[in-house]
């Protein structure tokens, strides 16, 4: 199976050389369909590996490919999901979803003909024409989503996208992102600070290890049947199990973060 991203041995340093290495010789592939997360404790480099991923960083050591290609700028095969919402508060729902398209040359009325079919695709047909302070979190998330599939990328880059909203929304969202990640299977790159999200919804749950000088020191497959309901999984013995093994090696790192003073 194709890699759809390579992070091959980077280093990412602030500061220029000398400065302060937030990523060491760090290595990571995520094959073409396949849904990876990133756990690890506060401030190990998590959206640091995803930032270089979508090419807004530029690793001072090693490379990241795309499909076989180094990256050199930005990635253009890639969405990314940020925790905070990116939606433009003048803009309707629909236009908002349908910006991503409009910049690119396609005519409004298609646009927004694509944007209320991705409306209708994450629940939210019929809430086209509200403005972003008239939907609630989970609305905005999912209006939110819509805006980046809209552009068909091949690779979804999400930094902690449910990380603003209660547990009973995150989880219903999580069902959505499974439920549209399902149909096409894009490669998924994940970042969550939830050891239990990233069970729920993954294939293989990565851990970096406490900075400076992160780098990731576990990778988990997670052997739990598809079709997977992101709330039932969690009951599943199979689950609890995974938890514990998983957490034996990240409590480590948390711990030594708190103790630095990090957490």
Known sequence: MAKAVSLQSIDIVYGGSGGYRAVAQASLD???GEFVSIVGPTGCGKSTLLNAAAGLLTPAMGQVAIFGHVL???NEKAGYLFQQDALMPWKTARDNIAIGLEVRGVAQ????RQADDWLAQVGLQGFGGRYPHQLSGGQRKRVGLAQMLIRNPTILLMDEPFGPLDAQTRQIMGNLLLDLWSREKKAVLF??????EA???SDRVVIMSSGPS???IGDHPIHLARPRDAMDVRLDPAFHALHKRIWEQ???EVMKAYQGGVV
């Not at 009325?109 to 927004?112: D, L, T």
């Not at 970042?191 to 239990?196: A, C, F, I, P, R």
């Open 30 to 32: 995520v094959a073409e």
């Open 72 to 74: 050199n700028g930005l």
């Open 109 to 112: 009325a298609e646009a927004h």
């Open 191 to 196: 970042v969550t600070h939830d050891l239990e």
């Open 199 to 201: 069970i729920a919804l």
């Open 214 to 216: 992160a780098t990731i």
């Open 250 to 252: 990240l409590r480590g």
